[in-house]
């Protein structure tokens, strides 16, 4: 089994964990329905008031009806001493159960150290979804619970994109900017492209079976959806191999920035499957071109409008320190929800708002804020990865909603495997002729062995409509099976892949002050080559918004006594919390009394 | 007005704040009814896709008609290059907007020091509601939003306690639980009791309108909620006073207390009016005393259940400190959901679950994780009392929800005061004779006039159901005013008060080593006195307990590395990162380079 049983502190957990299926086997309720009944029980006041404080005859749907049956023929016998109001909180009640049971999975898994360094945690959830499914599935013969792409989109997407936004190091983002943006658009469609045709190519070969019913135009959705790389994957998989700097945020990058290319092909074919093949004109195409630009560049305005707007306003939380947590929280979630809200790109507008933003704000808020900020961040951030990857899991156990057919599958497994190193290898060649620091051969095989495939391609073809897309079922098995093969099995062999080809790893040390100053000297040297040579690169364009940042933005956005400091200043602080840090952990670690001489 | 404008800053803030009800003007959907289709959507897979997602003609009620209609002539003619979707983000967008709302308005009101040292926030923010709701009143000539008591007691009101409870000063209050049970139990029934007669005795005398059409028992309804003391606004306004800390723990704990008998006596009444009084008989008497019984000590028991199991379960999370404040969160709030299951009183069940789990959970978790848990329960309750204050105040505005009586209005607020401080005095006076450090005149008249009344009342009275309770308008309007009258008028003036009465106020430094050895000397002398006076006194249960807490309890629940640890090693820790800390703090806070020098 997966769960490692160490005595006996299992037993009460794995109550827990068996808690959630009993309760919906006792209810009968779905995550769906009971959501909408439970959050329709928040709406209608004096309905489903707080427990005991419901009159009896007014408690609305009683779940077991027995006790409501009972209520109704006793209707002169006083009250109840104890009530059942599982209606009442059901919709609460459910998500902290879910929650709780992934915290509980998580916790599980890290007991034992030798087994987490070889199977990644994300594999390990899905063989519980796995499993959790199974028991469901056994009791009921139907899917009591699934990954709803509305759960995901709007809540469990966002958590983990605005976590990677707001830390994402952005010195090693915008050096690499280029080179992401190439890999996101180009390589996306490449790849959609590509395996849409082959599909289409291999299906009217006969490779696919007949019953499979799809026109070009399905395999071009699909082809769509398929092929973007995830960022719930990526991170998830990435954090644990600790590949280095620039191959992550390439990667990475990649994962957030297709996002553009993934909503408008997708919204592109959808149209075009609706009006069919042969009422596509050029028009058509020009519109999704037009679309392309408004949606990615849209997004990230949008984006960068709230970056502003959260920066300015921590100006004046001084007094109200104990909100800015929460203030950061919601900006960059409406940064989300806004662009959202407009059709735009949600992950570009929130990735760009937290890159925007959190130079700003963590100069403007207290350190204690900073520290909720990053731990709740990272706190709310892991456990949607472990509900994406259990209810990915669970998913996968519904029967009714798959069809399965093997050559669909492995052609699929195929292409999106061949095209994708094709791809990377074709873009890294002309990438390498304007690249400084070329990348060579071992970072490509990462780069093509680390596109994987999660969460979102799942939540796109559950998006579906069965009744125009008519392979749905088939697309959806075909999906499940390529997200599984990308997060398993690659996700299972990657580490040591990477240990074999040995790929430079992360260092975790920060740079020292003379690293930083010669960084930086460079950077001036640099500016100042290109321009003695006439060119307006990089460096150039760089140093310029660094002026315009320090002129005008940095006034607008910080607090008045921190753009006064000094940046001598702030370094000073930075090396004093380091070291008042590090004496006291070397104490707590060492455990030897030394006395700190106060000052 | 109560906006004090302080330049340039407000503009866009001010357009972030009016945006709310701008948007809800747009669609003429409160925040119920889009509360109920927004997460229908959310449940519905297929039907309503991210945006831009999804298909034309299966994207389910568009908001603005005209955009609909467009879509439906328009289906050969393919995809929007930009759409609204509103009704798909309607749900997480409200509630982000309005907790945005909300932090702006804390933010605003705290931009003049000056201002906030006299004004207490509940009130502006009561004023800040009624101008919100007038202005949705002029615009629709209804109210779109008003507190909903599934929210307040599913989501707002268990951030408060959940707060207040783990944070709970535990020695204090075990201290003071005699007298804090007394109150809570014998105060709270003897003003319901007393408040209810009067008002049923003046309304036979003719002084309430003949109108008012209720009888003996809906007067005993309308006691029992409104003769509770609200933690809520009890938090609100005495955490801005800072009188000393035994005058707060009793009233305060008195407020977390009678959450029990509220929920009987409501419980019982509401079935009382049910059958009629006629009915009434002593087994239904001696079912209410059973109820309460059960209720309360059913509701500590739930709570302390999970404190055990939240203590024990932290043990184990060394290796994924990552969630740790999500567990702390979930199973605190679990605690107040599984009594709320059960009908039982789920405020004392979170009250205990985090009195009891505090100490145990802070030494087993990481210290940012205590950071984060600490900062993110302040900011979470401060947001849900910023909510709950302002959507007080937009309720008051809802002129079709109730209806005026002078008579009634008047009676309840003089017999809310005078049986409050009638009962406080004679409480007192019984108390004394057992207290050791007896509560003087000042205490009195303080927590006489600390007998706030709040949100759990204004809740409890909008759940009343109108076809039984026919007076129910007239109640709704006197618990507004009831309410208004103690936050506003009295929360303004028991500041002046408490400094003309020089009511001691409450330190803030901690106790040094020297006061803390001494206390804990004299626990065990007056431990020793006791036992050898033969008596079984508090002290003599006190150290029984802390005999058992250490052989067993801490055993059970505390992480093997800090069990063993001495409690010499704590102390010298807790100095040695205090030192540390404060190094750094002046050093920031002076401004002096100081060399800190490196052990």
């Known amino acids: 089994m997966f769960l490692r049983p160490q005595g006996k502190m299992l037993v009460p957990s794995l109550l827990l964990l ?21 959050l329709a029980g928040l709406g209608v006041s004096g309905d489903h008031g707080p427990p005991g404080l419901v009159s009896p005859g007014s408690t609305g749907e009683q779940v077991q009806p027995e006790v409501a049956e009972e209520e109704g023929s006793h209707h002169g016998g006083g009250f109840k001493i104890v009530q059942w109001e599982w209606s009442y909180v059901q919709t609460p009640y459910i998500i902290s159960v879910w929650l709780l049971l992934a915290s509980l999975a998580k916790i ?62 952005s010195r090693l983002f915008f050096d690499n900017l280029g080179a992401i943006t190439l890999y996101a658009v180009v390589g996306t469609l490449w790849n959609a492209f590509c395996t849409a045709f082959c599909l289409y190519g291999v299906k009217l070969l006969g490779v696919i079976d007949e019953k499979v019913d799809a026109g070009l135009m399905d395999f071009l959705l699909f082809g769509a959806l398929i092929s973007a790389v995830d960022p719930v994957a990526v991170i998830a998989v990435f954090e644990e191999v600790h590949v280095n700097d620039t191959l992550f945020i390439i990667v990475f990058g990649e994962s957030l920035l297709n996002d553009a290319v993934t909503v408008v092909l ?52 001084k007094k109200v320190r104990i909100i800015e947590p929460l203030f950061v929280f919601l900006l960059v979630y409406l940064a989300y929800l806004t662009a959202e809200l407009c059709s735009l790109s949600a992950i570009l507008s929130m990735t760009f708002c937290g890159i925007g933003a959190n130079k700003y704000v963590e100069a403007n808020i207290s350190q204690k804020s900073r520290t909720t900020v990053k731990y709740t961040m990272k706190t709310l951030a892991s456990i949607a990865e472990t509900i994406i ?51 060579d051969r071992i970072d490509q095989v990462v780069m093509s062995y680390g596109g994987l495939r999660g969460a979102v391609a799942f939540a796109l073809v559950v998006l579906l409509d069965g009744e125009k897309v008519k392979a749905k079922d088939y697309f959806v098995a075909t999906t499940i099976v390529v997200v599984f093969f990308t997060v398993m099995f690659q996700g299972l062999t990657i580490k040591p892949l990477v240990k074999w080809l040995k ?74 919390m380091r070291d008042a840090i590090s004496v006291i952990d070397q104490v707590g670690g060492q455990r030897v009394m030394v006395h700190s001489r106060r000052l």
Chains 1, 2 share one sequence.
């Open 108 to 169: 599980l898994f890290h007991l034992s150290q030798r087994f987490t360094t070889v199977v990644p945690e994300s594999c390990m959830l899905i063989l519980l979804g796995l499993v959790l499914g199974g028991v469901v599935l056994l009791a009921h013969e139907k899917q009591l619970y699934q990954l709803e792409p509305g759960l995901f989109f709007l809540f469990l997407l966002p958590t983990i994109v605005g976590d990677a936004g707001y830390f994402m190091p």
């Open 389 to 439: 990857f259990i209810f990915l899991g669970i998913s996968a156990m519904d029967k009714t909603k798959w069809a399965w057919d093997t050559g669909l599958v492995a052609c699929t497994l195929v292409f999106i495997l061949l095209f994708r190193a094709m791809g990377v290898i074709g873009q890294t060649w002309v990438l390498n002729r304007f690249r400084l620091v070329p990348l």
């Open 503 to 576: 790929v430079p790893r992360s260092t975790n040390r920060k740079p020292t002050i003379n690293e930083e100053i010669h960084e930086r000297a460079f950077d001036h040297i640099l500016t100042a080559v290109e321009d003695i040579a006439g060119l307006q690169g990089y460096h150039h364009w760089r140093d310029k918004w660094e002026q315009f940042d320090k002129k005008y933005l940095s006034k607008l956005l910080l607090r008045k006594s921190v753009y006064q400091k000094s940046e001598l200043w702030e370094a000073y602080q930075k090396i004093n």
């Open 266 to 317: 997708y919204k592109v074919y959808m149209s075009f499957v609706e009006v069919g093949p042969a009422n596509v004109g050029t028009a058509e195409c020009m519109k999704g071109l037009v679309s392309f630009l408004v949606v990615s560049l849209g997004g990230t305005l949008v984006g960068l409008v709230f970056a502003v707007i959260l920066s300015f306003t921590t100006r004046f939380t």
């Open 18 to 38: 068996l808690m959630l299926p009993v309760t919906g086997a006792a209810t009968e309720l779905s995550v769906t329905e009971s959501l909408q009944s439970g």
